[in-house]
């Protein structure tokens, strides 16, 4: 990890567009030269970031998303300053665009999508990776036709598939939003049959999400 000094900060952010921010500061940067820059703080004082921070477990969560071919943003630099006590972690711009706006382009192959969302959910709970932020503003469609994850912080990668309880409990992240449950109410056999075949689960367990899903959406 590199320190830096204030002035190394200051210069950084230099003429970056400020993404995102809230009471305690800025959160997302845009550098216009295909980096973001995103800064972490320690949000409790007894906490368990004081052993690993945040920034740390964002780079971890990228290098283990690679390992796994699963695509996201690439790290370019891992930096502390503290001045302003924060973590900062440089990576490269991933271009895309959001899934939400995606899905709710009716003019674009909307059945196949919701189908290949379906099919990205259950791959992502096949591999181990319980995305707690996985909802449809943190999921790019890539140039490609891929799915990439961004907003990395909140995730836990296992060390086998998921099991049946979490990704139920996964399913209430992903549609924690009123205009996502919308867009899968009007195309939810497209986008559950995809996952469940995907995700290779019994009759039973199949069932077990089906009726989670929908009490979701209820």
Not at 81 to 86: L, T
Not at 166 to 171: D, E, G, K, S, V
Not at 184 to 189: D, E, K, M, R, W
Request: with cysteine; net charge positive; hydrophobic share 40%.
């Amino acid at each position: 990890m590199e320190k830096i000094s204030h002035a190394q900060y200051q210069q950084l952010i230099k003429n970056a567009e400020i993404i995102e921010k809230d009471g305690f500061g800025l959160k997302v940067l845009d550098t216009k030269q295909g980096e973001m820059i995103k800064l972490f703080r320690r949000k409790r004082f007894f906490s368990t970031a004081l052993l690993k921070p945040y920034a740390v477990r964002f780079v971890d969560n990228a290098e283990q998303l690679s390992t796994l071919d699963i695509p996201s943003i690439t790290i370019n630099r891992l930096l502390w300053c503290p001045s302003i006590k924060r973590h900062l972690v440089i990576y490269q711009r991933l271009e895309g665009e959001l899934l939400r706006d995606v899905l709710s382009n009716t003019s674009s192959n909307t059945k196949e999508m919701f189908r290949q969302f379906g099919g990205f959910i259950a791959q992502l709970h096949n591999k181990g990776v319980y995305f707690r932020s996985a909802h449809m503003k943190n999921i790019l469609v890539l140039p490609n036709g891929e799915f990439g994850l961004i907003d990395i912080s909140d995730m836990q990668i296992k060390h086998s598939s998921l099991k049946l309880n979490l990704r139920q409990r996964n399913f209430e992240h992903i549609l924690r939003y009123p205009e996502d449950k919308s867009l899968i109410q009007s195309h939810f056999q497209d986008y559950f049959s995809s996952y469940i075949k995907a995700a290779q689960l019994n009759e039973s367990e199949a069932r077990k999400v089906e009726q989670t899903i929908k009490s979701i959406l209820a």
